[in-house]
Structures are given as structure tokens and as C-alpha cells.
Nanobody, 124 residues
């Protein structure tokens, strides 16, 4: 079983920055990549970014390219999401996700593990 715990959310003005963290425990983190999703009120949960375990290759949704950066610290079993140039439309609950077989998660259908989420609110 994998436990994922997000932190780092908060209230920030438009144009500001936040860094989210996702700490993983419960199994060998080396077995797979990690992803970030978000869900705004009244909307479906959507993919934000992902990073591979072995090659550290990163993937981003078009709406965050150039503003968000995903990174990881394998020794700490932690994945980060640096969010810059935040916009009010980035307001959402942000979740990290993982697949039981280690494959990268790009859709909610393939995620087996979710964190509890952390609220990000961007004011205009």
C-alpha cells in the first residue's frame, strides 16, 4: 500500500508562486513515476504534470507549460510542483497520484493511489 501526503498549498495573489510537495511512503518509491492532478469546483479532475522515476522525464499539460515545474528527490521519496506566474484559473485542489505498477499516470483512470489533496487559491 502506498500513502501520499501533499502539502504546500495556500492563498496567493495572481502572479505569485507556490511549491507543493508530495511525500510517498509504504512501498519502494523507486518502482514508478508520480503525477500531479487538480480539481476545481464543479470540474473534473485533470492532469497537470508527471515525472518518471528512472529517467526523470517530465510531462506537462499545455495550460501549465512554462509556468509549472515538476521535480523529485528520490532519497526523500518526495515529488514537488513549483508553480510560478499563478493565475486565478489555477485555483483548485491539487492531488498527487501513482499507479500500482509504476507506470506514469496521465488520466484518473490509471491512478491507484491518491493523496488527500492540498488547496491552492489564487486571488485576482
Amino acid at each position: 500500500q502506498v500513502q501520499l501526503v501533499e502539502s504546500g498549498g495556500g492563498l496567493v495573489q495572481a502572479g505569485g508562486s507556490l511549491r507543493l510537495s508530495c511525500a510517498a511512503s509504504g512501498r519502494t518509491f523507486s518502482s514508478g513515476g508520480m503525477s500531479w492532478f487538480r480539481q476545481a469546483p464543479g470540474k473534473e479532475r485533470e492532469f497537470v504534470a508527471a515525472i518518471g522515476r528512472s529517467d526523470s522525464r517530465t510531462h506537462y499539460a499545455d495550460f501549465v507549460k512554462g509556468r509549472f515545474t515538476i521535480s523529485k528527490d528520490n532519497a526523500k521519496n518526495t515529488v514537488y510542483l513549483q508553480m510560478n506566474s499563478l493565475k486565478p484559473e489555477d485555483t483548485a485542489v491539487y492531488y498527487c497520484a501513482a499507479n500500482a505498477y509504476g507506470i506514469l499516470v496521465f488520466s484518473t483512470a490509471t491512478a491507484h493511489y491518491w493523496g488527500q489533496g492540498t488547496q491552492v487559491t489564487v486571488s485576482s
